[in-house]
């Protein structure tokens, strides 16, 4: 038996080689595929609805902070694993292009969070009013701790949320 034209069976071959062999397809060999953003959010984005915040001392939110924003959620008729909630402080040095693309949202809410921070373009922040970008509804609130705390901030975004979710 010579060695020339000895072959390994694929399984073998990826057994022997799995810390080194790598199988491109057309789409992994592409650099730009191998740039693709990864972001850190919770939620399932079932329902393609982001939810934007900037929280310095948690991973996503806080526990007061998600409780209010299940009850909004839910009052909604929607659930954690509907939505995408992305803490823009977790996530730097990204785009507004790059999160649309990633999460193709239907519709954004932002808790107090300009999106002038990730865009060139010019978005107005103002509160409780329904803009849209590129198409998607833009719901601008302020952060939902105040909120919370607030009668007439949760009457306007009770308002808001009835008009974009048609409830």
């Known amino acids: 038996m010579s060695l020339d034209n000895f072959q390994l069976p694929p399984h ?3 057994e022997l ?7 491109l397809d057309e789409k992994q060999s592409n650099t730009d595929s191998l740039k693709e953003e990864n972001f850190n959010f919770l939620g399932d984005n079932l329902k393609n609805i982001l939810i934007l ?11 007061p902070d998600l409780n209010f924003l299940s009850g909004i959620l839910s009052a909604c008729k929607l659930n954690i694993a509907d939505v995408a909630i992305l803490n823009m402080h977790r996530n730097t040095n ?10 193709n949202p239907k519709a ?3 808790f107090d969070f300009n999106l002038a921070e ?3 373009l010019k978005i107005n922040n103002t509160k409780y009013e329904i803009l849209k970008i590129n198409g998607t509804p833009l719901l601008n609130s ?9 009668i007439d901030d949760k009457k306007k975004l009770w308002g808001c949320l009835k008009t974009m979710f048609s409830i």
């Open 12 to 14: 073998l071959l990826s």
């Open 53 to 63: 915040l900037k929280d310095s001392e948690s991973v996503h939110l806080n526990d």
């Open 94 to 103: 990204t785009s507004l292009e790059k999160i649309l693309s990633y999460f």
């Open 118 to 120: 990730i865009t060139e």
């Open 108 to 110: 954004i809410i932002s």
């Open 142 to 150: 302020a952060t939902l701790n105040y909120v919370s705390n607030n």
């Open 17 to 23: 080689y799995k810390n080194s062999l790598v199988v």
